[in-house]
């Protein structure tokens, strides 16, 4: 639905524009999300992988470096519960520094 934007201030304006257009998606690990990401998501958009208990951190991780190495910009994010010490094995943290990923942008995960 495409409606448009209403506020006169065009300081304001423009900055609910630049919002707006730069906007990411957060996916989950599902067994059809990168399928559906590939299908439906431009490259251009930024993407968040969020992990879930009932999944974990590895499928949060695999998810981001196959996402990654379709050319998408994209970060994992661990929520809380899903993370400790133990929860990522070493080779998928380690496989999760190619071309493309970059720091979770939440302010969430730099509050440990």
Do not use: W
Request: a positive charge; aromatic letters at 4%.
């Amino acid at each position: 639905m495409n409606r448009a934007l209403t506020a006169r201030d065009s300081t304001t304006r423009a900055s609910l524009k630049s919002a707006f257009e730069n906007l990411g998606y957060e996916v989950i690990p599902f067994k059809k999300t990168e399928e559906q990401v590939l299908h439906n998501v431009p490259k251009h958009v930024r993407l968040t992988v969020t992990a879930s208990p009932a999944k974990g951190q590895d499928a949060t991780v695999d998810l981001t470096v196959r996402l990654a190495g379709h050319g998408y910009s994209v970060a994992p994010h661990s929520s809380s519960p899903c993370t400790s010490s133990t929860t990522v094995s070493p080779t998928s943290a380690s496989a999760a520094t190619p071309r493309g990923t970059r720091p979770c942008p939440r302010r969430c995960c730099s509050r440990r």
